[in-house]
């Protein structure tokens, strides 16, 4: 079965600094996705970041980056010039393609952008 | 944004009493999905739907029960609620895109008293 690991329950930086959250997963398959999702105080939850596990170049969308490392089977965020509005829950997922259609997710990292 | 809404938002129920969640999707989205966001758990997937009258179990479907009769619309069914359901409840969705990417509802948030 897949696992999804967020080891940061939480963190908390300064504004304007950079923050890397972890998340490491586990699966014998080759062919999947990876996915960062932000759940701010309103509740909503908003797609981040997407890493297609066949592409070695790591995603990258304005000021979120990934590290994606296939082999160790770790996909951490990075956030530059974290601002206020940064400030979610974190959630990293998990879904293989062509076979299994459940999306597995990680516990998140609950992170604070201190003005 | 998808259109995926999900009824009611929020609701008190007591233990013992049945409870239906209903999502709703307009994007003709083949597969549908309900978690259970609880403290120190992050998002557990309940049950899943992969097609009209086709669905699967999750990691934590005990005392849960859905049903998709049409493609827009899936139900959450507590037969029986106790206070351990207390929870605040997601519905998503996507399509047959490759991109893999979730749509969430709102949420609802569900007390068991």
């Known amino acids: 079965a897949q696992t999804v690991t967020q080891s940061q329950p939480e963190m908390s930086v300064q504004e304007a600094e950079t923050v890397t959250l972890s998340c490491t997963y586990d699966t014998s398959e080759n062919n999947y996705y990876l996915f960062w999702y932000k759940q701010p105080p309103s509740r909503q939850m908003i797609l981040v970041i997407r890493q297609e596990a066949y592409k070695q170049q790591n995603a990258t969308e304005n000021r979120f980056s990934v590290n994606f490392q296939k082999a160790a089977k770790s996909f951490s965020l990075k956030i530059s010039d974290s601002q206020l509005g940064d400030t979610a829950m974190y959630f990293c997922?998990?879904?293989?393609?062509?076979?299994?259609?459940?999306?597995?997710f990680g516990k998140g990292t609950r992170l604070h952008i201190l003005p | 944004d998808a259109g995926i809404t999900q009824s009611p938002r929020h609701k008190v129920t007591e233990t013992g009493t049945p409870v239906t969640l209903r999502c709703h999707q307009t994007?003709?989205?083949?597969?549908m999905y309900w978690y259970r966001q609880d403290p120190g758990h992050g998002l557990r997937l309940i049950h899943y739907s992969y097609g009209v009258k086709d669905t699967d179990k999750g990691e934590v479907s005990d005392g849960y029960s859905v049903s998709r009769s049409k493609t827009e619309d899936f139900l959450l069914t507590l037969e029986s609620a106790t206070s351990s359901q207390t929870s605040v409840y997601f519905c998503a969705s996507r399509g047959l895109s490759e991109t893999g990417e979730l749509f969430f509802g709102e949420g609802s948030r569900l007390t068991v008293l």
């Open positions: 994007e003709n989205h083949r597969y």
């Open positions: 997922a998990f879904i293989l393609m062509n076979r299994d259609d459940k999306i597995i």
